[in-house]
């Protein structure tokens, strides 16, 4: 598919993307208005070009929707792990700032550490991929991020926890409404889950940048390993092998991006007239 066709398909696409985020229900409660979030928007799009990130404006929009409809009574701040140059914290810290919540950053600001075996590659086999990964790839160093989330962001939402995750992770409590797991290699993503699922509220999710990785989303699924580490069922996850449908491609529409929720309230769900199947 061109670029040109790709730009067309997009643009026509966006209403149905964006709908939830620009539902006049998302963001009532903090008193968010329909300007508001396209004025955000348009920062979040712009920041793209302004700071060199590895996700999608379109990715921090979904993510910033799931914020914006955690009720105000919830505590929590938001986590992000793995900040490369600050890209998608600088747009995150602008809803953060909007809805007075903290988003705690996680990151070495080294890159990523040593890969074990089974992250020295990874498969992709719905971009017919493999993705390798060596010792302080994806490196942005703190000043850079800090630098990038004040020039184009809200730095005063912003804490920065800096050290690989087996050594910051243990030492947090907050609870917490969303994590942006954007963190490359199974064992960082076995470290965040093991320390933040705990700690993350009812009906909020997780999201990963690594959806279509078969490595990363496996994990999602795997119920041995949520039962001896966590203690519960396997959730799943949304988006898994081609991510959310947010860009038009070869075949449909994919991204990175895919999310889990803990314990959904299934109650609250529609029951479908025509299957029985639960419906939302």
Same mark, same amino acid.
């Given at each position: 598919m061109s670029k040109l066709w790709k730009k067309l398909v997009l643009a026509l696409s966006l209403p149905i993307i964006l709908a939830e985020y620009f539902n006049a229900e998302t963001g009532r409660e903090y008193g968010i208005t329909f300007f508001t979030k396209l004025k955000v928007a348009r920062t979040m799009a712009r920041n793209r070009k302004r700071i060199t990130t590895a996700s999608h404006f379109l990715e921090h929009l979904i993510m910033a929707t799931r914020i914006l409809k955690v009720p105000r009574a919830v505590e929590g701040c938001v986590v992000e792990c793995g900040s490369f140059k600050g890209g998608s914290a600088a747009n995150l810290s602008l809803v953060c700032a909007l809805c007075n919540r903290e988003l705690q950053i996680f990151d070495s600001f080294a890159g990523l550490p040593e890969p074990a075996d089974i992250d020295k590659e990874h498969l992709l086999v719905g971009a017919? $991929?493999?993705? &390798?990964? $060596?010792?302080?790839?994806?490196?942005? &160093?703190l000043p850079e991020v800090q630098n990038n989330i004040s020039k184009h962001g809200q730095i005063s939402a912003c804490k920065f926890n800096v050290g690989y995750f087996d050594q910051t992770l243990p030492g947090f409590s907050r609870r917490c409404i969303l994590a942006f797991? +954007?963190? +490359? *290699? &199974?064992?960082? *993503?076995e470290t965040c889950l093991r320390h933040l699922w705990p700690l993350l509220q009812d009906g909020c999710c997780v999201f990963t940048h690594e959806a279509p990785h078969r490595e990363i989303s496996g994990l999602f699924f795997e119920r041995e390993w949520w039962r001896v580490n966590l203690n519960c069922e396997a959730p799943g996850l949304i988006g898994a092998g081609n991510g959310l449908g947010l860009h038009p491609s070869s075949g449909g529409f994919r991204s990175d991006l895919g999310y889990t929720v803990k314990n959904p309230a299934v109650v609250q769900f529609e029951v479908s007239p025509q299957t029985g199947e639960l419906s939302r």
């Open positions: 017919q $991929e493999v993705h &390798t990964y $060596e010792k302080g790839a994806w490196r942005g &160093t797991l +954007d963190v +490359d *290699l &199974t064992g960082s *993503l």
